[in-house]
């Protein structure tokens, strides 16, 4: 190799020795000013704590509370007087699969599956206490059954037909 060969490779190398050093102290730069900003909030997490942060139950304001809820839950009562679930349908299975099938499907809140097995214990009690726990709601150790599964729309006579539809096609 020649003499000017020499000191170009020793130039070239210090340039990429000072580009190495440049670009190290401008990453540290970065890192550090990086680490004086405040994170971002995650909405997920803060929703999750809002939901944490809730109160496990009301508060009891005497008679003016029961009162309030009293009207509330007359009001709802009357609202809902007119309306019939399902147009009035006695069809179990319509009923089955718009609204009980939601929890007996899955399990949900300990609801018993169509399944013989699970449904025994239930039927060995009588059909009026099957029926009745449906329609008025029943909370046991196994579980909860919400007062006519959960839509106060539906009549009787329509609980008791979805009721008597499970049970005829329990497997």
Not at 30 to 55: C, D, H, I, K, T
Request: aromatic share 6%; proline share 4%; glycine share 12%.
């Amino acid at each position: 190799m020649r003499n000017h060969d020499l000191v170009f490779l020793k130039h070239f190398s210090m340039v990429i020795v000072f580009l190495v050093a440049v670009t190290g102290v401008l990453i540290l730069l970065g890192l550090y000013f990086n680490s004086q900003l405040q994170p971002e909030p995650n909405p997920v997490a803060q929703a999750a704590m809002v939901q944490r942060l809730q109160p496990a139950g009301g508060v009891y304001a005497g008679s003016t509370g029961a009162a309030a809820q009293a009207a509330a839950a007359a009001a709802a009562a009357a609202a809902s007087a007119g309306q019939v679930a399902y147009d009035g349908t006695l069809d179990g299975k319509v009923i089955y699969d718009n609204l009980c099938g939601a929890c007996h499907t899955s399990g949900a809140g300990g609801a018993p599956k169509l399944v013989r097995a699970e449904w025994t214990a239930r039927i060995a009690q009588g059909m009026d206490t099957v029926h009745k726990h449906a329609i008025e709601g029943f909370q046991g150790s196994a579980g909860i059954m919400p007062a006519k599964g959960g839509n106060p729309n539906l009549t009787d006579e329509q609980v008791i037909a979805a009721v008597d539809w499970m049970l005829d096609n329990l497997q």
